[in-house]
Structures are given as structure tokens and as C-alpha cells.
């Protein structure tokens, strides 16, 4: 059974940094193109980051470039996301997902494109 399991989420105050993981069990997403989405109440999921399969192409939403670094290590099989400078805004349940389709070029930045998802970790950002 494919799993991703997210965690490194949790409160800190505004300004603060947070390192989520996302580790994949059950099969490999070394050719796989991964992203990271958020959802806060009441709101639609939206795309944060993403890398591509080889890792050399990432893809950032604008609210976070210059913030979040999306990086992988394909030998673990886990995608990180760095967040640094976090704002209130940023509170959300965090998740990560798999793209479908093995060595896509490019980055998608859709939930609809992504086949594989874990169950989400909380990010809360007090100020």
C-alpha cells in the first residue's frame, strides 16, 4: 500500500521556521515530480511548491518564493519543505503529493494533476 506520511508541523510565532518531511512507503517517487500543498479553513487547496522528478527544476507559489525551499532526497524517498520568515497567513494543514505520471517535465501546480496524497500536518503560525 503507497503511503505518504507528512510531519514536522506544529505552532510558532510569526517570523519563525518550520522543516516539513514527507516520506513515501510502499513504493519508490524517485521519477516522480512531488509538490506541496496547504488548505486553511474555509478556504481551496492550493499549491505552495513543487520538484520535479531529477530534483534540478523547482516551482514556487508567489506568497512563498523567497521564503520555502522544496528540496528531495531521492535515496530516502522523502521531500522536504523549508519554511523560513512564516507569516499568520501560512497556517494551514499542509500536505504533500505525488505525481501520477513518471519523468513529467515540468511541475504541475493543480490538485487534480497529483494521484497520490498524505494526510496532511499542521502548520499554525501565531502573531
Known amino acids: 500500500q503507497v503511503q505518504l506520511v507528512e510531519s514536522g508541523g506544529g505552532l510558532v510565532q510569526a517570523g519563525g521556521s518550520l522543516r516539513l518531511s514527507c516520506a513515501a512507503s510502499?513504493?519508490?517517487?524517485?521519477?516522480?515530480?512531488m509538490a506541496w500543498f496547504r488548505q486553511a479553513p474555509g478556504k481551496e487547496r492550493e499549491f505552495v511548491a513543487g520538484?520535479?522528478?531529477?530534483?534540478?527544476?523547482?516551482s514556487y507559489a508567489d506568497s512563498v518564493k523567497g521564503r520555502f525551499t522544496i528540496s528531495r532526497d531521492r535515496a530516502k524517498n522523502t521531500v522536504y519543505l523549508q519554511m523560513n520568515s512564516l507569516k499568520p497567513e501560512d497556517t494551514a494543514v499542509y500536505y504533500c503529493?505525488?505525481?501520477?505520471?513518471?519523468?513529467?517535465?515540468?511541475?504541475?501546480?493543480?490538485?487534480?494533476?497529483?494521484?497520490?496524497w498524505g494526510q496532511g500536518t499542521q502548520v499554525t503560525v501565531s502573531s
Open positions: 520538484v520535479s522528478w531529477s530534483g534540478s527544476s523547482t
Open positions: 503529493a505525488a505525481d501520477p505520471v513518471v519523468r513529467r517535465t515540468v511541475v504541475l501546480s493543480t490538485p487534480q494533476s497529483y494521484g497520490s
Open positions: 510502499g513504493r519508490t517517487f524517485s521519477s516522480n515530480a
